[in-house]
T-cell receptor, first 113, second 118 residues
């Protein structure tokens, strides 16, 4: 069975500082990995996804994530956060040609001035 | 082009009442997925529907829950005789085709409906 763990429930970061959100997964086959963001009052938006190839994936809004198979991790990073990055972030794992995703519990990011 | 629209955004029901959650997919999308997020947990898949067909309801509780996606109108998730444990956020997503949720085609999520059972 596939599962996703986001160890940090809540992270507070200063504007302009770097951000890293952790994601660990458990999956029997080659996983397809995703990061979604939910800003207040909005739906989930896809930030980036990893299927194969280069293990460093670039996404929208200046985010990137690195797939590390040996650590079963897919951590999300941003070099310099903006106040608008305050949101809830979800990591998810899926399978090839499947329509179901397994989500982590989410990490809430607060940005202080 | 409006995104996935869910209504209501917030719904309060007393124990034993019925809850009806609506989801209008993006224009041109004929595939709808419902997910539930219980407090402190990640989103969990409930059901996958195409127009007039339930494709996979493996994540739906066996009793009290039902879903439909009629030929005309929004997809409806219905919960009969609600209990406190049904309190959660319910998310709907839609995609233009199947091939995987985000694998070959991105799925778009709505804002969710937050159901509170008192």
């Amino acid at each position: 069975a596939q599962s996703v763990t986001q160890p940090d429930i809540h992270i507070t970061v200063s504007e302009g500082a770097s951000l890293e959100l952790r994601c660990n997964y458990s999956y029997g086959a080659t996983p397809y990995l995703f990061w979604y963001v939910q800003s207040p009052g909005q739906g989930l938006q896809l930030l980036l996804k990893y299927f194969s190839g280069d293990t460093l994936v670039q996404g929208i809004k200046g985010f990137e994530a690195e797939f590390k198979r040996s650590q079963s991790s897919f951590n999300l990073r941003k070099p310099s956060v903006h106040w608008s990055d305050a949101a809830e972030y979800f990591c998810a794992v899926g399978a090839r040609s499947d329509y179901k995703l397994s989500f982590g519990a989410g990490t809430t990011v607060t940005v202080r001035a | 082009n409006a995104g996935v629209m869910q209504n209501p955004r917030h719904l309060v029901r007393r124990r034993g009442q019925e809850a009806r959650l609506r989801c209008s997919p993006m224009k041109g999308h004929s595939h709808v997925y419902w997910y539930r997020q219980l407090p402190e947990e990640g989103l969990k898949f409930m059901v996958y529907l195409q127009k007039e067909n339930i494709i996979d309801e493996s994540g739906m509780p066996k009793e009290r829950f039902s879903a439909e996606f009629p030929k005309e109108g929004p997809s409806i998730l219905r919960i009969q005789q609600v209990v406190r444990g049904d309190s959660a956020a319910y998310f709907c997503a839609s995609s233009p085709s199947t091939g995987g949720l985000g694998v070959n085609t991105e799925a778009f999520f709505g804002q969710g409906t937050r159901l509170t059972v008192v």
